[in-house]
């Protein structure tokens, strides 16, 4: 936590104040505890949040860097954690950490459920990567997380930073 705090108050929170739209990309629990920090969950609840491979997070943050509410004011379905947008949409991201959890602690798996064709769905947040609702919210800056995948692949997409 004293290290997500530092990496908060010196990098992340001065460049959102500005009005700055972020990327960060980190492991999963370095995004954890800044998640932690963002929505206000103890550390008892936060061992629970999994988060999914490369699909990213979106918040829209008020003047005192706290997430607003998303435009349903409900929580996200896929964890029923957050106040962020995930950018595949919740039942997408709900199916792949079924997959990983399945992948993980379901004995009764025989084939990687990570490549089955049919579970390529969550790649149309690409589509609305672009979507501008989080620039036009009256807030401070925003913030885009997402978890490092564990294979290298090729980046398909430019990231434009957002003033």
Same mark, same amino acid.
């Given at each position: 936590?004293?290290?997500?705090r530092?990496?908060? &108050?010196?990098? @992340?929170?001065?460049?959102?104040?500005?009005?700055?739209?972020?990327?960060?990309?980190g492991?999963?629990?370095?995004?954890?505890?800044?998640?932690?920090?963002l929505?206000?969950?103890?550390?008892?609840?936060?061992?629970?949040?999994?988060?999914?491979?490369?699909?990213?997070? $979106?918040?829209?943050? #008020?003047?005192? @860097?706290?997430?607003m509410?998303?435009?349903?004011?409900?929580?996200?379905?896929?964890?029923?954690?957050?106040?962020?947008?995930?950018?595949?949409?919740?039942? $997408?991201?709900?199916e792949?950490?079924?997959?990983?959890?399945?992948?993980?602690?379901?004995?009764?798996?025989?084939?990687?459920? &990570?490549? #089955?064709?049919?579970?390529?769905?969550?790649?149309?947040?690409? #589509?609305? $990567?672009?979507?501008?609702?989080?620039? &036009?919210?009256?807030?401070?800056?925003?913030?885009?997380?997402?978890?490092?995948?564990?294979?290298?692949?090729? @980046?398909?997409?430019?990231? $434009?930073?957002?003033?």
């Amino acid at each position: 936590m004293t290290r997500s705090r530092v990496y908060w &108050e010196e990098v @992340l929170a001065p460049a959102l104040r500005k009005g700055q739209t972020l990327l960060v990309v980190g492991h999963e629990n370095n995004l954890r505890s800044l998640i932690m920090r963002l929505e206000d969950i103890s550390s008892d609840d936060i061992i629970n949040l999994s988060l999914p491979r490369a699909v990213p997070l $979106a918040y829209r943050l #008020d003047t005192n @860097l706290k997430p607003m509410n998303r435009p349903d004011d409900k929580l996200d379905e896929a964890t029923g954690f957050l106040r962020g947008t995930w950018l595949g949409g919740d039942s $997408a991201v709900k199916e792949i950490l079924d997959r990983d959890y399945k992948q993980v602690y379901d004995t009764s798996v025989i084939k990687n459920l &990570e490549i #089955d064709p049919s579970k390529n769905k969550w790649k149309s947040w690409k #589509d609305i $990567a672009g979507d501008t609702r989080c620039k &036009e919210a009256n807030g401070a800056g925003s913030v885009v997380m997402g978890r490092i995948p564990h294979r290298c692949e090729p @980046l398909q997409h430019k990231v $434009a930073r957002q003033n």
